[in-house]
């Protein structure tokens, strides 16, 4: 691994933090994809394309990872973590508690979308990645990612009220 990529590895990580959450759904499994994402990427930082983009490449990588990871984790039954409570709505007033409510309202409102339609959101609408970018990671045609796109932002607005 040059230096070079490792630079660029390191100012991805908030990227990789954010799809991670937005796959995971909790900030200890997402940790634990990043950390394996940056394992495996430079485990394999020979195969990498240095014509290509990295970020796209290792979405890629973090994605197949979650899948082995929900694979795994199906397998091993039913588990429950005392972690999972609900914050504290802030006191903060004005502005910025309606800031956090509305995005506590999409984040709720995304969680409930499928699969698909909710990594389509996140990878264009959150990490800006493009149509095509999209449909290199997830491995699906350009007009597959632009439906779901399409489909899974009207849903997204029905459950926000939008619509």
């Keep these: ?55 796209p490449w290792l979405f890629r990588i973090m994605r197949n990872g979650f899948i082995d990871q929900t694979r795994r984790r199906r397998s091993a039954g039913v588990q429950l973590d005392v972690h999972d409570m609900p914050e504290a709505l802030p006191t903060d007033p004005g502005p910025a508690l309606e800031a956090r409510l509305m995005l506590r309202s999409v984040e709720a409102a995304m969680a409930t979308l499928p699969t698909e339609q909710r990594e389509i959101l996140h990878l264009v609408c959150v990490e800006e990645m493009s149509y095509a970018e999209t449909a290199r990671i997830l491995d699906i045609p350009l007009g597959t990612v632009m439906s779901r796109l399409s489909r899974a932002r009207l849903a997204l607005s029905e459950r926000l009220g939008i619509r």
Excluded: C
């Design 1 to 55: 691994m040059d230096a070079a990529f490792g630079e660029a590895l390191v100012a991805l990580l908030p990227n990789l933090r954010r799809y991670a959450l937005s796959l995971t759904r909790r900030p200890d499994q997402a940790d634990d994809l990043v950390q394996q994402t940056v394992e495996r990427a430079i485990a394999g930082a020979a195969s990498f394309d240095s014509v290509q983009r990295l970020e």
